[in-house]
């Protein structure tokens, strides 16, 4: 142990160097970038090299050393070797003396460096700088500050002077003062919102009000009109004329006469006992229908009793009806009203109740500055104002909707059976050409039973019905591209009989996915089941392009003969 310190010692001092704090840098340059740099203590013992490949402190990747590697320096008990070859060239410092390394020479003695000591070489683009010395400390970053004499506060800066400050207190506290009472405002205001179309404002509600109804106002409500609450009147009394026709529940049956609600009551039971005869007689040619073998029955979308387009239309015309009985009882009235006044026998003036007569009249009755009206002129004369505010409103909503939006007699009804009819008819007049085009849209469906003979535990099938289109040649060329799989059933008919040969006709029908069903073989004149059998295998695994609308029915013919040769 003692020997080893010595050592030691013996080593430091040949260094010339403290024990600790003494460190060894390397950096390599290429024209005069830096490439790789190393720094590291003096206790460690071997060689330093430079390579091109491998992993080390000093790696210059792709530089084309001989063997992959240089080795320039090691370090050794008793000093820091450099050993160069005769191609370099430079200078070293050796206890402050300078020594040239020059180059060409070949017997140039190793260079041996000790504490304080450096040494630059090169060779070509590269060059070596190597210095054993203290510990480098890294410079503390300092920042710039100004001194605090020249510093104000950042108070000061927002804000440098009093006025300024007084200015926006003031203005902070009455932005406060106006948020709070905005706030206040908002949390105290009224959460009622409107639940029917009654409780809107009259400005909006006249958007939706026919003006036909506003101007039969005064004929239709009678006592029950209300002025302040004229639209919300109007709108009560046609709801409920609407739901007495259709058979709803009424909201205010008081607003429309008692002969009225009555009819219509009596007109919707009597709708509802026809419908409902209907369907129990269709329910009936049903499962007559279901009981018989090999029958189908193609259903058709229906309607018993009313459509809704049917029933607005029905609907908009009774109330055109009452608006011409309005028209024809005001003009009745006021007929008699210009006629009794003129009758010797009628007590105009009692009817009227006049009890006491003004002496002034007399003389101040031919006096009119203005144009007085009387309570019925004042009704009819508002009326007539909002029906005209109202025609206006909405004459921009109509100049944008088009013919679709409108429901007229003209419009498409749904195919209605009468009882007793085996064809289908259409609620409207329309041509044959357009009645069999809209049969032709029908996707409607074939439902029955097979035949028990055949198939006895069969149950009822549904299929698509036969108004399905596609193009010939699909079918053909599809046929023919895998008609290739009935010549094997047939190759092997010829083993079994050499004479076989002729047509078959087949028949099946393909749906709107392309699968095929109901494939029959209609004539044939190979007789031989087995091949039949293989046929109708190959034929039924067969998926054919799909048809538009429905379901297609294809015959095709195959011919069977033996090649010669």
């Given at each position: 142990?003692?020997?080893?310190?010595?050592?030691?010692?013996?080593?430091?001092?040949?260094?010339?160097?403290?024990?600790?704090?003494?460190?060894?840098?390397?950096?390599?340059?290429?024209?005069?970038?830096?490439?790789?740099?190393?720094?590291?203590?003096?206790?460690?013992?071997?060689?330093?090299?430079?390579?091109?490949?491998?992993?080390?402190?000093?790696?210059?990747?792709?530089?084309?050393?001989?063997?992959?590697?240089?080795?320039?320096?090691?370090?050794?008990?008793?000093?820091?070797?450099?050993?160069?070859?005769?191609?370099?060239?430079?200078?070293?410092?050796?206890?402050?003396?300078?020594?040239?390394?020059?180059?060409?020479?070949?017997?140039?003695?190793?260079?041996?460096?000790?504490?304080?000591?450096?040494?630059?070489?090169?060779?070509?683009?590269?060059?070596?700088?190597?210095?054993?010395?203290?510990?480098?400390?890294?410079?503390?970053?300092?920042?710039?500050?100004?001194?605090?004499?020249?510093?104000?506060?950042?108070?000061r800066l927002i804000m440098p002077s009093i006025l300024e400050w007084q200015i926006t207190s003031?203005?902070?506290?009455?932005?406060?003062?106006?948020?709070?009472?905005?706030?206040?405002?908002?949390?105290?205001?009224?959460?009622?919102?409107?639940?029917?179309?009654?409780?809107?404002?009259?400005?909006?509600?006249?958007?939706?009000?026919?003006?036909?109804?506003?101007?039969?106002?005064?004929?239709?409500?009678?006592?029950?009109?209300?002025?302040?609450?004229?639209?919300?009147?109007?709108?009560?009394?046609?709801?409920?004329?609407?739901?007495?026709?259709?058979?709803?529940?009424?909201?205010?049956?008081?607003?429309?006469?008692?002969?009225?609600?009555?009819?219509?009551?009596?007109?919707?039971?009597?709708?509802?006992?026809?419908?409902?005869?209907?369907?129990?007689?269709?329910?009936?040619?049903?499962?007559?229908?279901?009981?018989?073998?090999?029958?189908?029955?193609?259903?058709?979308?229906?309607?018993?009793?009313?459509?809704?387009?049917?029933?607005?239309?029905?609907?908009?015309?009774?109330?055109?009806?009452?608006?011409?009985?309005?028209?024809?009882?005001?003009?009745?009235?006021?007929?008699?009203?210009?006629?009794?006044?003129?009758?010797?026998?009628?007590?105009?003036?009692?009817?009227?109740?006049?009890?006491?007569?003004?002496?002034?009249?007399?003389?101040?009755?031919?006096?009119?500055?203005?144009?007085?009206?009387s309570e019925e002129e004042l009704v009819y004369e508002e009326t007539k104002t909002l029906a005209k505010?109202?025609?206006?409103?909405?004459?921009?909503?109509?100049?944008?909707?088009?013919?679709?939006?409108?429901?007229?007699?003209?419009?498409?009804?749904?195919?209605?059976?009468?009882?007793?009819?085996?064809?289908?008819?259409?609620?409207?007049?329309?041509?044959?050409?357009?009645?069999?085009?809209?049969?032709?849209?029908?996707?409607?469906?074939?439902?029955?039973?097979?035949?028990?003979?055949?198939?006895?535990?069969?149950?009822?099938?549904?299929?698509?019905?036969?108004?399905?289109?596609?193009?010939?040649?699909?079918?053909?060329?599809?046929?023919?591209?895998?008609?290739?799989?009935?010549?094997?059933?047939?190759?092997?008919?010829?083993?079994?009989?050499?004479?076989?040969?002729?047509?078959?006709?087949?028949?099946?029908?393909?749906?709107?996915?392309?699968?095929?069903?109901?494939?029959?073989?209609?004539?044939?004149?190979?007789?031989?089941?087995?091949?039949?059998?293989?046929?109708?295998?190959?034929?039924?695994?067969?998926?054919?392009?799909?048809?538009?609308?429905?379901?297609?029915?294809?015959?095709?013919?195959?011919?069977?003969?033996?090649?010669?040769?």
């Amino acid at each position: 142990m003692k020997k080893a310190a010595h050592s030691k010692k013996k080593t430091g001092n040949a260094l010339g160097m403290k024990s600790k704090g003494a460190f060894l840098y390397v950096e390599v340059l290429q024209n005069g970038s830096t490439l790789a740099s190393m720094t590291r203590g003096l206790k460690r013992r071997g060689r330093l090299s430079l390579t091109s490949t491998g992993s080390g402190p000093l790696v210059l990747p792709h530089y084309p050393f001989n063997d992959g590697r240089l080795d320039f320096l090691h370090v050794t008990s008793s000093g820091i070797m450099i050993d160069l070859n005769h191609e370099w060239s430079g200078f070293c410092s050796l206890k402050g003396q300078l020594r040239a390394i020059d180059k060409g020479r070949r017997n140039q003695s190793p260079i041996e460096l000790k504490y304080g000591d450096y040494a630059s070489m090169t060779n070509g683009d590269l060059r070596i700088m190597v210095r054993i010395g203290p510990a480098q400390r890294t410079p503390k970053a300092t920042s710039l500050r100004v001194a605090s004499a020249y510093r104000s506060s950042i108070f000061r800066l927002i804000m440098p002077s009093i006025l300024e400050w007084q200015i926006t207190s003031i203005a902070s506290l009455m932005a406060l003062v106006i948020f709070g009472s905005a706030c206040i405002g908002l949390l105290n205001r009224p959460v009622s919102r409107p639940t029917a179309m009654g409780e809107i404002a009259d400005e909006y509600i006249l958007n939706f009000v026919s003006p036909a109804h506003l101007i039969h106002a005064p004929e239709a409500l009678q006592k029950q009109l209300n002025r302040p609450r004229l639209l919300q009147q109007v709108m009560a009394f046609y709801t409920n004329v609407t739901a007495s026709m259709m058979g709803w529940p009424l909201q205010n049956e008081r607003l429309l006469l008692p002969t009225t609600v009555e009819t219509y009551r009596v007109l919707q039971e009597n709708s509802r006992s026809v419908a409902a005869a209907k369907r129990q007689r269709q329910q009936e040619i049903d499962q007559l229908q279901m009981m018989k073998n090999g029958v189908g029955l193609i259903t058709i979308p229906s309607v018993v009793g009313e459509s809704l387009p049917g029933s607005m239309l029905r609907v908009a015309d009774k109330i055109s009806i009452l608006h011409k009985s309005f028209d024809e009882n005001l003009a009745a009235k006021r007929r008699i009203q210009k006629v009794f006044p003129h009758d010797p026998e009628y007590a105009w003036e009692e009817y009227k109740n006049v009890n006491e007569v003004d002496p002034l009249s007399a003389a101040t009755g031919k006096i009119k500055p203005f144009n007085i009206l009387s309570e019925e002129e004042l009704v009819y004369e508002e009326t007539k104002t909002l029906a005209k505010r109202a025609e206006k409103k909405q004459s921009k909503v109509v100049s944008l909707m088009g013919e679709k939006d409108f429901i007229t007699p003209a419009s498409p009804k749904p195919i209605a059976i009468p009882d007793g009819v085996r064809f289908a008819s259409f609620a409207n007049q329309v041509d044959f050409m357009i009645a069999d085009e809209k049969l032709y849209q029908l996707q409607a469906a074939e439902f029955g039973q097979v035949k028990a003979e055949t198939k006895p535990e069969s149950k009822a099938v549904i299929q698509e019905p036969l108004v399905g289109e596609i193009e010939p040649a699909l079918i053909e060329n599809y046929i023919k591209k895998n008609q290739f799989e009935l010549q094997l059933c047939y190759e092997l008919a010829l083993r079994r009989n050499e004479q076989a040969a002729g047509t078959m006709e087949w028949r099946w029908r393909i749906d709107s996915r392309g699968t095929i069903s109901d494939l029959a073989l209609i004539n044939t004149s190979i007789k031989d089941p087995r091949m039949t059998d293989c046929i109708r295998r190959k034929i039924a695994a067969w998926r054919f392009p799909r048809p538009r609308r429905g379901s297609i029915e294809v015959s095709y013919p195959f011919e069977f003969a033996p090649t010669k040769g």
